[in-house]
Structures are given as structure tokens and as C-alpha cells.
């Protein structure tokens, strides 16, 4: 792909991750689906406490977002960024419609174990582009990189820091009207509310499509 192909595909994939991480914040009790940092040292905390039963919870989701890892990382390594692009959005659909059946009353860590799963292999799926390591599952450093080349483009004039800016600018963008969107969805359909992510696996699929495969999709499609 160029570097404006991936970059679209980017800022498509961050929306997804906006919605996955909102989602779970407001329907599994805050709990942040999409990293392991507040998992981890809750696990210290449980193991501290005596609570084996929450730490063996806990250590689950671990184990859930290491294999993700994993998993994307045996894809890698066949040299084939393509293909663990494709099995990434895959496993995001699947994930959604597991999400969508597990009960409002589940264990918060126990029921985003599919989430957890999903956003890992999605993070080494998508963990650069146009040049810039960017991940689209969470925005902290994302944040950082967009402040830092504003500062630096507003000191400095440099055209590479402007267009710097833009790149993790518009991530930022695209991933929180995704976290909207989750948020419109949950209020809603509430725990159902996951579907409403399945829409935007769509233009990333269409993005990394060859130009011959979305010509060829385009003359195949129902003409009026």
C-alpha cells in the first residue's frame, strides 16, 4: 500500500478501536478492554488481597491478550503484513458477535475476553503506517506524538512535523467519533450495542483492497 492507503486504512482501524474501548468502559463496568496496564496491577492487587478467584480471572485475560500477540506475531513472520491485516478485522467481526452474547452479568474481565484478544492482534496488526509507529487500540501516546509535533511544527516550520501532526491528529479524530458512535450504540442496544462496530470494519476492508479487486467489486455491484 502508499503511505496514503495506509494511512486511511489507520485512521479507519482507529474508529474501531474507539468503539471497542468505549464500549467496554461503559458495559463492563470500566473496565478498559483494550490494554493490560489497570489489568495487571489489579492482578498484583488480587494476588495481595487473597482474592485467587479474581486473580485466576484476571491472569485468564492475560493469557487472552499474550496469545493475541502471539498469534499476530507467527503471522508476521511469514512476511506477510497483508494477510495478518485481514485476519485482524476477522477477528475483530468475531469478536463483536461473541461480545454481543455474553450476559450483563458476567465478570467485567471474564466477559471482554474476546475483546482482549481482538485489540492485541489488531495492535500488531496495525502498529504503523506512513512511517509512524501509531497504535489504534488506545491514544496516550498518540497524544503525545500529536502534541510534540505541534510544538515542534509551531517553533520550528518544519514540513515534517506538520505533516506529523496530521497523522496522529487525525487518529485521534477518527478514533474518538468512534468512541461517539460506541457510546450512541450502548445507550441504545446497550450490551447488543456491539454491532454497531460491524459497520465500521468496512472501509478498512475497502481501503486494503487492491484497485483491481474494488474495480472489480464495483462492476459486479447491482446497477440501477
Given amino acids: 500500500?502508499?503511505?496514503?492507503?495506509?494511512?486511511?486504512?489507520?485512521?479507519?482501524?482507529?474508529?474501531?478501536?474507539?468503539?471497542?474501548?468505549?464500549?467496554?468502559?461503559?458495559?463492563?463496568?470500566?473496565?478498559?478492554?483494550?490494554?493490560?496496564?489497570?489489568?495487571?496491577?489489579?492482578?498484583?492487587?488480587?494476588?495481595?488481597?487473597?482474592?485467587?478467584?479474581?486473580?485466576?480471572?484476571?491472569?485468564?485475560?492475560?493469557?487472552c491478550y499474550i496469545a493475541g500477540i502471539v498469534l499476530a506475531v507467527l503471522f508476521r513472520r511469514t512476511g506477510r503484513m497483508d494477510r495478518l491485516r485481514w485476519t485482524s478485522i476477522a477477528i475483530d467481526l468475531a469478536a463483536c458477535l461473541v461480545l454481543a452474547l455474553i450476559p450483563e452479568e458476567?465478570?467485567?474481565?471474564?466477559?471482554?475476553y474476546p475483546m482482549l484478544f481482538a485489540t492485541a492482534v489488531q495492535w500488531v496488526a496495525y502498529?504503523?503506517?506512513?512511517?509512524?509507529?501509531?497504535?489504534?487500540?488506545?491514544?496516550?501516546?498518540?497524544?503525545?506524538?500529536?502534541?510534540?509535533?505541534a510544538a515542534e511544527y509551531l517553533f520550528g516550520r518544519e514540513a515534517e512535523q506538520l505533516r506529523k501532526l496530521r497523522f496522529y491528529g487525525g487518529t485521534l479524530v477518527c478514533f474518538h467519533l468512534g468512541a461517539a458512535w460506541g457510546w450512541w450504540c450502548v445507550r441504545r442496544w446497550g450490551i447488543s450495542g456491539i454491532y454497531g462496530c460491524l459497520p465500521?470494519?468496512?472501509?478498512?476492508?475497502?481501503?486494503?483492497l487492491p484497485q483491481k479487486e474494488k474495480e472489480r467489486a464495483l462492476d459486479n455491484s447491482p446497477k440501477t
Avoid at 458476567?106 to 471482554?112: E, G, R, V
Avoid at 502498529?127 to 509535533?149: D, K, M, V
Avoid at 465500521?200 to 486494503?208: D, G, H, M, R, S
Fill in 106 to 112: 458476567t465478570d467485567p474481565i471474564l466477559a471482554l
Fill in 127 to 149: 502498529t504503523q503506517a506512513a512511517g509512524y509507529s501509531c497504535a489504534t487500540i488506545f491514544s496516550t501516546n498518540n497524544l503525545r506524538q500529536f502534541t510534540e509535533g
Fill in 1 to 63: 500500500m502508499t503511505p496514503r492507503q495506509e494511512t486511511r486504512v489507520h485512521h479507519a482501524m482507529a474508529a474501531v478501536g474507539g468503539f471497542f474501548g468505549v464500549y467496554a468502559l461503559l458495559t463492563r463496568g470500566g473496565t478498559f478492554g483494550s490494554s493490560e496496564t489497570s489489568n495487571l496491577l489489579y492482578l498484583v492487587v488480587a494476588g495481595l488481597d487473597g482474592s485467587w478467584g479474581s486473580a485466576l480471572v484476571r491472569l485468564g485475560g492475560i493469557v
Fill in 200 to 208: 465500521l470494519l468496512v472501509p478498512p476492508a475497502w481501503f486494503q
